[in-house]
């Protein structure tokens, strides 16, 4: 079955760092990570999921919100079957459980499938 896991948040001051891994495993023979495009998403309390930044299988093409750009990067190791997310410059408004998924549509992180999983919380605060 496949799945992905989400690691790498914690607490940080405003205009701090940090760096989320989504790890893949499960794949079906003859499949691997190169084949899906990955999607970050957020949900901080009381808002809605959305997506934060989208990268192709073969990391090619990539998305990002408005607001982030600039200040976050996607990544990924298909070799190691994980795709990152470096976050810079962070703001309050960052705080959310971050999301890894695959996506049908890097444009717009558009149709995210499978089952979300437990996220990674990354809370930014003085």
């Known amino acids: 079955q496949l799945q992905f896991v989400e690691?790498?948040?914690?607490?940080?001051?405003?205009?701090?760092?940090?760096?989320?891994s989504c790890a893949a495993s499960g794949f079906?023979?003859?499949?691997?990570?190169r084949y899906y495009n990955i999607g970050w998403f957020r949900q901080a309390p009381g808002k809605e999921r959305e997506?934060?930044?989208?990268?192709?299988?073969?990391?090619?093409?990539?998305?990002?919100?408005?607001?982030?750009?600039g200040r976050f990067a996607i990544s990924r190791d298909n070799a190691r079957n994980t795709v990152y997310l470096e976050m810079?410059?962070?703001?309050?408004?960052?705080?959310?459980?971050?999301?890894?998924r695959p996506v049908g549509r890097v444009d717009g992180c558009g149709?995210?499938?499978?089952?979300w999983g437990q996220g990674t919380q990354v809370i930014v605060s003085s």
């Open 111 to 115: 149709n995210p499938f499978g089952s």
């Open 51 to 69: 997506g934060v930044s989208c990268i192709s299988g073969s990391g090619g093409s990539t998305h990002y919100a408005e607001s982030v750009k």
């Open 28 to 33: 079906t023979s003859g499949f691997t990570l």
């Open 88 to 100: 810079n410059s962070l703001k309050p408004e960052d705080t959310a459980v971050y999301y890894c």
């Open 7 to 20: 690691s790498g948040g914690g607490w940080v001051q405003p205009g701090g760092s940090l760096r989320l």
